[in-house]
């Protein structure tokens, strides 16, 4: 990335400010401002959010605030209520009381005498969700939302649930926040307030990991994150922004459909980053293309940012199976609205022995999967690192019922989401499918193209589960995650087909034997033609920034991927351990302008064996330190994750430590009944 530092206006940095709530809470802000905001009002920027403003985002806030302020804007980082140097405890994700702070903090914003009462607001993730949301609220001076890797739908597109099937990233993330939630403000900022603080955060604490597994289906918990519930709510323009590679990306095409507002969906081949960032690449100049949707909405400068087509997408070309990928190759292509009536389907029959143009005689193919099956599916939300991509899919796919296709005669472009139409038969009351497209090559290797999920409890709603019949026949539909995809000639489609997915999602209560009826079922590929006009496309600029702030790499960056297998139990352990400082790839550092060392580890474990889901066994260790001179804090989480047939065993343990001694402890033990799960 190009880094700048000579701006159209200079910039004055407020590294912190304090924002009063009416209950008396204060929330923490850091703000960019252009010289002589003051006597000439600028329009604000807000990103609001819980990961600690003052250390382990600085390094992601410094170039991409300061780049806004230099242009012109005042850009506003708030710590969420509870959460780095901000009053109070982090009660849960988007929780009422965060929504209703963040509409003060924008009328807050909207009165100061350096900005002109428009507000835009922006986030990746978290930040993403919550400014879907609170958009949804209709606050008078937020005039538009930049919404990065976020979702409108938090029971079908989050880090819990997926077809209505548990996530494990459920345990990862909760374990993450609950460490996160459990760090005190800096003593720099707060004072000797920052132990009274940090003592309430301790012993006040959420365990987060039980509170998303006691609501297993679609209930009123989840709909009252989901903008989805309805769109209507939401009248100020929206850009909704992903990657292929992120796990989010369901809810911009459902964004682009559902919305009235104006509204612009853009999906690159990245992970779980800021475009400017974009890991696979290609990144994109995306600092600049915010500048011309702020200065459209926030200014009422003519960018022709709304002229252009409102769906754009990297069309991903084939590329062999890899665990990471620095580059994806493909183009820029885009549609002039969504749904587009320019996608056709092209149906596929699912036959005995492959894919076919026509279905063959109806057979019944019965299949039981192994425990272990799914450990080369990558991560569940990728960040880009290093293994983070679903690797060669053969392993997977020989423990799979598969379909394939004849090799390819000509090229095949889709986008949007496969469906795979099923009839089948399972023989528990319990139990769920998982289908993957893959792209298989002359060599027999294969590159996952896009998958999906479906309990089978849900096959007629995620609100109400209703338990299967065993031996009945049932007909679903099993959409795929959207995509945009250019398969080869000469290769060959393959859809396969499997009743586990470890470690993605937990094991259903018994083995399962599912049994498909080729002939009966089929899948629909949205096929997208080749179009003129994406060649005349407006190409998106090199990324730029202003510059990161100085800090010291103390040691590498670290992180391994290990898998085990006992060849006498048959048991697998996969294990992931990781490194760093919360600085992207960098390890632990010290940041210099703060005189503040952090470090961060993580280990997670996932065990099986083969025919007895109840011994699945999911395990997170998390561990932060912050140390300034003879200033030091620690703190660790433990969470774990076991079932039986009826209900799952949920454990965990914080500690928190100043210096050697253990200012806190706590532990948890919670048995949560299973509801079809």
């Known amino acids: 990335m190009r880094v700048v530092t000579a701006f159209p206006s200079p910039v004055r940095e407020i590294e912190h400010c304090w924002i009063p709530l009416r209950d008396g809470c204060r929330l923490a802000a850091r703000i960019w401002l252009p010289a002589g905001a003051e006597v000439a009002p600028v329009p604000a920027i807000l990103e609001y959010i819980p990961y600690r403003k003052r250390d382990l985002t600085r390094a992601r806030d410094e170039p991409m605030h300061g780049y806004f302020a230099g242009h012109g804007y005042a850009a506003v980082r708030v710590d969420v209520r509870g ?3 901000s009053d109070g405890v982090l009660l849960d994700e988007y929780h009422e009381q965060e929504l209703e702070d963040g509409e003060e903090v924008i009328r807050w914003i909207a009165s100061q005498p350096w900005c002109t009462g428009a507000v835009g607001m922006m986030g990746k993730s978290w930040g993403g969700f919550n400014a879907l949301q609170i958009a949804a609220r209709r606050p008078e001076a937020l005039r538009a939302v930049i919404a990065v890797c976020g979702s409108d739908d938090r029971y ?3 880090a819990h649930y997926m077809g209505g099937c548990l996530l494990n990233e459920n345990l990862t993330w909760g374990s993450v926040l609950l460490t996160l939630s459990a760090l005190p403000p800096d003593p720099l900022i707060v004072g000797d307030a920052w132990r009274a603080s940090w003592l309430a955060r301790l012993t006040r604490g959420v365990f987060f990991p039980e509170v998303w597994l006691r609501h297993q289906g679609r209930d009123a918990y989840w709909q009252r994150g989901s903008v989805c519930e309805d769109f209507q709510r939401i009248a100020c323009p929206v850009y909704a922004i992903g990657g292929w590679a992120d796990a989010y990306t369901n809810a911009i095409p459902r964004l682009l459909a559902g919305l009235r507002s104006p509204r612009k969906g853009l999906v690159g081949p990245w992970s779980h980053n800021y475009p400017h960032n974009g890991v696979p690449g290609p990144a994109i100049g995306f600092l600049q293309e915010a500048r011309r949707w702020w200065d459209h909405w926030l200014k009422g400068i003519d960018t022709g940012i709304m002229n252009e087509p409102p769906y754009r997408v990297w069309m991903q070309e084939s590329v062999p199976p890899r665990s990471s990928y620095g580059v994806r190759p493909g183009r820029w292509v885009a549609e002039p609205s969504w749904p587009s009536p320019r996608i056709t389907t092209r149906r596929y029959a699912l036959n005995p022995g492959g894919l076919g143009e026509t279905s063959g005689p109806e057979t019944r193919l019965p299949w039981r999967s192994a425990a272990a099956l799914g450990l080369a599916a990558g991560e569940w939300c990728s960040d880009g690192g290093e293994g983070d991509a679903p690797g060669d899919q053969r392993e997977d796919d020989a423990g799979s019922l598969t379909f394939d296709s004849e090799p390819l005669a000509e090229r095949l472009e889709i986008l949007g989401a496969p469906v795979v139409a099923l009839e089948l038969t399972v023989d528990r009351p319990a139990a769920f499918v998982v289908a993957r497209l893959s792209e298989v090559f002359p060599d027999g290797s294969s590159t996952r193209v896009t998958h999906g999920c479906l309990n089978l409890t849900h096959r007629s709603s995620h609100e109400y589960p209703e338990p299967l019949e065993p031996g009945r026949r049932y007909t679903v539909r099993l959409p795929l995650r959207d995509i945009a995809h250019a398969f080869a000639p000469g290769h060959r489609l393959r859809l396969a087909l499997s009743t586990t997915y470890w470690p993605t999602l937990w094991p259903s209560p018994e083995p399962v034997t599912l ?3 080729a002939g009966a079922g089929h899948l629909e590929l949205p096929v997208r033609p080749p179009a003129a006009e994406d060649d005349r496309l407006r190409p998106f600029e090199d990324p730029e920034g202003a510059p ?4 010291s790499e103390l040691r590498p960056a670290r992180s391994s991927r290990t898998i085990d297998r006992n060849t006498a139990t048959g048991e697998v352990t996969y294990t992931i351990a990781t490194e760093d400082g ?3 790839a960098a390890g632990p550092a010290r940041l210099h302008a703060i005189d503040l060392e952090v470090g961060h580890t993580m280990r997670r474990c996932y065990r ?6 109840l011994a699945a066994r999911s395990e997170v260790a998390d561990e932060i330190t912050l140390r300034r001179g003879e200033w030091s804090v620690r703190v660790a989480t433990e ?3 076991t079932a039986t047939g009826a209900t799952f065993e949920l454990a965990g343990k914080l500690e928190a430590h100043a210096g050697e001694a ?7 033990h919670r048995r949560i009944p299973r509801h079809g799960v």
């Open 83 to 85: 959460s780095g140097d």
């Open 156 to 158: 079908a597109d989050d």
């Open 515 to 517: 049994a498909v009826f």
């Open 548 to 551: 990161l702030p100085a800090y």
């Open 582 to 584: 919360g600085f992207g």
């Open 608 to 613: 099986s064996r083969p025919d007895d889901p």
């Open 639 to 641: 969470t774990s994750l």
């Open 662 to 668: 253990l200012v806190l402890s706590r532990r948890w």
